[in-house]
Nanobody, 117 residues
Framework: QGQLVESGGGLVQAGGSLRLSCVAS????????MGWYRQAPGKQRELVAA???????SYTDSVKGRFAISRDNRKNTVFLQMNSLKPEDAAVYYC???????????WGQGTQVTVFS
């Protein structure tokens, strides 16, 4: 199965950085895409960043230039480096695997990111 386990969330001051990790229970090459989503209270879940099996990346506009998604295929791990964090980045961040176009098949349990000013 495609179990995903996130880590790396926490409390950080605005302007600070966090690095989220997502470890998959099987080869991430088996998925077309890996993505990081977030959901803040009262808001819809949104796709923050995605990386394809070929290494192509995409970002939502609000995080471009501040966040970076990457993958370590040997460790079946996807990362989200978050820099220059803003209070509006606070949310539960979820790792997902599958296809951005057809829908993600597997989801992690989420990790909380809190940003204070």
């Amino acid at each position: 199965q495609g179990q995903l386990v996130e880590s790396g969330g926490g409390l950080v001051q605005a302007g600070g950085s966090l690095r989220l990790s997502c470890v998959a229970s099987r080869s991430i090459f088996s998925f077309n895409d890996m993505g990081w989503y977030r959901q803040a209270p009262g808001k819809q879940r949104e796709l923050v960043a995605a990386i394809s099996s070929g290494g192509s990346t995409s970002y939502t506009d609000s995080v471009k230039g501040r966040f970076a998604i990457s993958r370590d295929n040997r460790k079946n791990t996807v990362f989200l480096q978050m820099n220059s964090l803003k209070p509006e980045d606070a949310a539960v961040y979820y790792c997902a695997a599958g296809s951005i176009r057809r829908g993600m098949d597997y989801w992690g349990q989420g990790t909380q990111v809190t940003v204070f000013s």
